[in-house]
């Protein structure tokens, strides 16, 4: 059962980078989240029966993880503007500079969600559609539908407001 879990968790390890990524961006803790979810994982995954995919029963368990630490500890992520010195090392390291600036601004507006819409967002922007994220979140179809186009003009809104 250890290999299996394993070698599940490999192959949808990405999920959980992302799900650290929307809700623990630049947080210093990051890495206690993810070994977290790990550890909820593993002890949920002998209740796992395969009614659904490995993926959406791991990104609910692990978006239900991430909610719960945000609530319970109050673990919000830390942002802060970068140094004309950072910006100096990341445009010299090679690493594209604008790319970077953009996926940024991006998740600091995503932060401004609550919790179920960046759960949404996330899920939206991995490709789920809305019949996985709706399994996932535990909504109707319709209703993620809606969530999705509402949080979509908010993200731009903010985005937009950001440019100004």
Not at 127 to 147: F, P, R, T, W
Request: proline share 2%; glycine share 4%; net charge neutral.
């Amino acid at each position: 059962m250890e290999e299996e879990f394993i070698e599940r968790i490999r192959a949808h390890e990405g999920i959980l980078r992302n799900i650290c990524d929307i809700y623990f961006y630049r947080h210093p803790y990051r890495e206690d989240c993810y070994q977290e979810m790990l550890i909820r994982l593993w002890r949920a995954y002998p209740a796992f029966k395969g009614q659904c995919a490995f993926a959406t029963w791991m990104y609910r368990v692990a978006l239900n993880t991430a909610i719960d630490l945000v609530r319970r500890e109050s673990v919000r992520p830390l942002h802060r503007e970068l140094t004309a010195a950072e910006y100096a090392l990341r445009d010299a390291s090679g690493g594209n500079a604008e790319a970077e600036l953009r996926k940024e601004r991006l998740y600091r507006a995503i932060d401004t969600l609550t919790e179920v819409d960046k759960a949404i967002i996330l899920l939206y922007l991995e490709e789920n559609d809305y019949k996985q994220i709706a399994e996932v979140v535990g909504l109707s179809v319709n209703h993620v539908g809606v969530k999705i186009n509402r949080i979509k003009k908010q993200l731009i809104k903010l985005l937009k407001d950001g440019d100004e």
